[in-house]
């Protein structure tokens, strides 16, 4: 084949390189703009797997870049006054100048033609002699660029500004260091990649960059401010740029995540930063390059396999590993855009939180890379519970008070709908159910939504607190629990509104009952979905008897023996019906601005505030998004809520999402509704608790240590191990978990065999 490449930086050369290897009979010639030692970056970071990948597909140019990387294992982070550092990370760089002139070199041994300083052309006609051209001309392809319709092209510019320095300082770890001005914070990403230099990128807020005067400054005016703002770290030397060709101003990017839904269009194909993008905070863009031209080159070459075959393999091959790190990326990029959340925390937790950022480094795995480090996070989380105890335990197995109800530790079997009441109450199914978890181990354990009414029911399985044999239903539960187990009873109240008078769950979920359906209330004529029935706007009299039934089971609850009651304002159930914009389309005072669509819930959580006990705890229940962007609700609005409730009394917020709107689009994955979790406890200043696909105690060590929630609360888990928070104290060798004394014999055993297990799989790792 004869083969154009449009750009010679890592990504073009290394597939003109890999495709020669393939077969040396290709014709491949790369045509870049620039001159050859040309580069506006400085370092380039990889990890141990990348070199794997380089030496497996060219051993010759990977023996020569791996033998010129700069190895380093700690990293550093500055704040508060502060250095906190971590070690075991294992970082390699090197300069992408040596990078390339690396490549080139390979590239000519192969007899690839090089053509430096030519503009290639974006039209498809001028390359009539060529098989394919490689669009690897970078973020600001011009190929892609030119066939925006034709590549699916979305490009989402990111809020802060950076610059890309490099300096002469050396530095001997991987450092962030945030410093404090009056126009608010900076900070720098600084790693060496050779024996002289380091990468130093200067980043901050778009706010900080206009009040320190940065848009109106030239280079060398930008250049002298920053070395002064980190002159702590740089030990007198400079700052430099290599990009003095453009003005000030320009100097300072902003990034932009690309993504394009299709990689190829005629005789183009994308590649590298052309067909995506991926933060500098996460040090992947040229990973990311150089495994997309080994894929494509293998796919090209392979036998018996069609083009359009093989570009449909390198695709869908390609972008899943792309969306992986993308989607870290994202969460990165999060992470500095709203710094402000975080910068309260004390040194050593604010660091965990940094490293743990993009969700691809977890708790166990910061023990496998620094078990010393990660126990001192430890040691401090366990501190900061009631008791103080510095001892070196998960976080998971942390106390947590709320009022005067002290938790033994912050696991929740969470609210799941059971549909298995008779009339209301609930039974002996009940009784198994919640006996059996709260043995399990965990500090709280959630009743399903309780209803405050029989038309308040989601089903006819769904129980209540509204009659005397639910009040004896419950309180035998709440005797049992207390009896036998150290865990405590919330009781979720709810009305289910539009979302009522349906089959239960596993008869047709949300699909209304074919006999004996009651009337709906809502707080507007909105149905749920076209099969459903349509809901009676509430009248005052319908918000005085709604308000009554609620402090009226909250009544209740305390002969029933709770311990904290939670008011359900979430999942498009009657009370969330008031808060969301998509359900309420009121025209008085109980609809419209967020103001008055809170005013009804707020009415009654206060007045179930004023009936429930004052040192016991409530929490409320919300949906932080409706998942339908700004026609709903938004979690910067979930703020307010939140902030609303916590006013009212409310010592908890149960952050849930979405399930208000049956055309809502979600996004799934794991702990995908923790982001709003964290966003809620750390803006609005509010205990949180964490919801949503959370299912491996990782998962909740590592949410906890963050700062991202106070409680995790596991919902399908536990419907299948009841015993989760034992096994999770057996896995991690923690003895201080109550445990039922009949059942002592068998957490023995366990704790054995996880033991041994352990002690194997550490063998196996050497």
């Known amino acids: ?123 498809p006609a001028d390359w009539a002699e060529f098989d394919l051209v490689i669009a690897a001309d970078g973020a600001n392809s011009r190929i892609r660029t030119a066939h925006v319709e034709q590549f699916d092209v979305d490009i989402q510019v990111k809020k802060n500004k950076f610059f890309w320095f490099g300096t002469t300082k050396q530095f001997d770890a991987f450092t962030f260091a945030f410093e404090q001005t009056e126009a608010g914070w900076v900070w720098a990403h600084a790693y060496r990649f050779d024996d002289q230099l380091s990468t130093f990128i200067v980043e901050m807020a778009p706010e900080t960059w206009t009040g320190l005067g940065l848009d109106a400054m030239d280079q060398p005016e930008a ?6 703002l980190f002159a702590r770290y740089l030990d007198g030397n400079p700052l430099i740029s290599n990009a003095t060709h453009l003005p000030g101003p320009q100097a300072w990017l902003n990034f932009r995540r690309i993504i394009t839904g299709k990689w190829s269009y005629d005789k183009f194909i994308l590649l590298g930063d052309a067909a995506h993008t991926a933060h500098f905070s996460i040090g992947s863009g040229t990973k990311l390059a150089l495994e997309d031209a080994i894929k494509l080159a293998e ?31 994202r969460n990165s990029t999060e992470w500095f855009e709203t710094l402000d959340r975080y910068l309260p925390f004390a040194p050593i937790q604010f660091t965990y939180s940094l490293l743990t950022r993009s969700q691809r480094v977890s708790h166990e795995n910061l023990r496998l890379r620094d078990q010393t480090w990660l126990e001192g996070v430890e040691r401090w989380f366990q501190a900061q519970a009631p008791g103080g105890r510095e001892v070196s335990a998960p976080p998971m197995f942390a106390p947590f008070r709320l009022r005067e109800l002290e938790l033994a530790n912050r696991i929740v079997v969470s609210p799941m709908a059971m549909y298995s009441a008779t009339d209301g109450t609930p039974g002996d199914f009940h009784f198994v159910h919640y006996g059996t978890r709260a043995q399990g181990g965990a500090g709280l354990v959630y009743t399903e939504m309780t209803c405050v009414s029989p038309e308040g029911r989601i ?66 004529d909105v149905p749920w979905s076209a099969a459903n029935q349509t809901p009676r706007p509430m009248t005052r009299a319908d918000m005085d008897m709604v308000r009554d039934q609620f402090v009226a089971a909250t009544l209740l609850a305390v002969e029933a023996g709770f311990d904290m009651v939670e008011m359900h304002a979430a999942h498009g159930y009657l009370l969330s019906s008031f808060i969301t914009p998509m359900q309420n389309r009121r025209t008085d005072e109980y609809g419209g601005t967020l103001e008055n669509r809170l005013r009804f819930p707020l009415e009654v959580f206060t007045a179930m505030r004023a009936a429930w006990p004052s040192d016991r705890p409530m929490s409320v229940r919300i949906s932080a998004t409706d998942w339908m962007g700004d026609q709903g609700v938004t979690p910067e609005e979930a703020v307010q809520i ?67 929630a106070d409680l995790v609360a596991l919902g399908r888990p536990h419907m299948i191990d009841p015993m989760w928070t034992l096994r999770a104290a057996a896995q991690h060798g923690y003895r201080h978990v109550a445990v039922p004394p009949a059942y002592l014999s068998g957490m023995g055993q366990l704790a054995r065999n996880m033991q041994r297990a352990a002690e194997q799989e550490a063998a196996l790792r050497g």
């Open 1 to 123: 084949m004869k083969i154009g490449c449009v750009g010679g930086g890592p990504a073009g050369l290394y597939f003109a390189i890999s495709m020669k290897l393939h077969n040396p009979e290709h014709e491949i010639d790369v045509y870049e703009r620039n001159r050859p030692d040309d580069t506006f970056g400085w370092g380039v970071v990889f990890s141990d797997q990348t070199v794997d990948n380089l030496m497996a597909n060219d051993p010759v140019s990977g023996a020569t870049i791996r033998d010129e990387f700069a190895h380093w294992d700690d990293i550093d982070v500055h704040i508060h006054g502060e250095c906190v550092r971590s070690s075991g990370h294992g970082f390699i760089g090197i300069g992408r100048k040596r990078l390339l002139a690396i490549l080139q070199a390979r590239a000519r041994d192969l007899g690839i033609g090089l053509h430096f300083e030519h503009e290639a052309s974006t039209d």
């Open 299 to 329: 796919v090209l070459n392979r036998p018996g396999l069609s083009r359009a075959d093989a570009l449909a393999e390198y695709q869908a091959e390609r972008s899943v590993e792309v969306l992986k790190l993308q989607n870290s990326a």
């Open 642 to 708: 939140a902030q609303a409730f916590h006013e009212a009394g409310a010592d908890l917020i149960d952050v849930s999402a979405g399930q208000t709107w049956a055309d809502c689009k979600p996004v799934y994955g794991r702990m995908f509704q923790t982001p709003f979790a964290d966003q809620v406890r750390n803006e609005a200043r509010v205990s949180t608790m964490a919801v949503g696909n959370i299912y491996e105690t990782d998962h909740v060590n590592s949410i906890l240590a963050a700062g991202r």
């Open 459 to 524: 089903t006819p399985g769904c129980p209540g607190l509204y009659a005397p044999e639910h009040v004896a239903g419950w309180k035998r539960i709440t005797d049992f629990v207390h009896g036998n187990s150290k865990a405590r009873m919330c009781l979720q109240l709810g009305h289910s509104g539009a979302k009522g008078s349906t089959r239960l769950g596993w008869e047709g979920m949300d699909e209304p009952l074919e006999t004996g359906n009651w009337r709906l209330i809502a707080a507007s």
């Open 223 to 228: 250049i002298a401010l920053c070395e002064q």
